[in-house]
């Protein structure tokens, strides 16, 4: 499954490609046509995919809300970034996103191009009639990514909870 933008395409990595993703990045780069230059997948990050592999393992058929998508730029293939669902649509048809880019390719747009067009066909799902997403306090630029893309504030407490609901984009 891919989404595409003008200049991105968002790509919904299969479960033995997140396998590669972890161990094998150059056979990963090979299979898809492109040069990951994103988060280093080290560390919690790491721990993160790693929990997701096994979700999908045990839940296959809703691997698209568990896996990532890459952010992959169509003019030269490379990953800027990855954004994932954080779980199934739960019973007040909400879902979660979540979002990271690689530093240097930081305000250019292209998470607010992604994160937009992630929304938008998510929201055609009738599963789901709300978007939410977390943000840090002091994440100025991730809250201005939602922002850009309809969201609203909803609560906040030691973060940040947003939401974009399907009939604020209708």
Known sequence: ??????????KLLTLSQLKLWVNNIPLLESELNCKYDAEPTEGKFLDIINGQIEIIENDPLNYM?????FIIRK??????GA????NIPDQMKEIEIG???GKKY??????????EKFCEWALTDE?????IAETEIDNTASKRVLERCGFKKYKEEETV???LNRTIKE
């Open 1 to 10: 499954m891919e989404l595409e933008t003008e200049r991105l395409f968002i």
């Open 127 to 131: 599963q789901i009639e709300t978007v």
């Open 106 to 115: 930081e305000h250019n747009g292209y998470m607010t191009e992604a994160v």
């Open 161 to 163: 909870w947003w939401k």
């Open 83 to 86: 954004m994932d669902f954080k």
């Open 99 to 101: 979002y990271g880019l």
């Open 75 to 80: 003019s030269d293939g490379i990953v800027a």
């Open 65 to 69: 809300y568990h896996s990532f998508w």
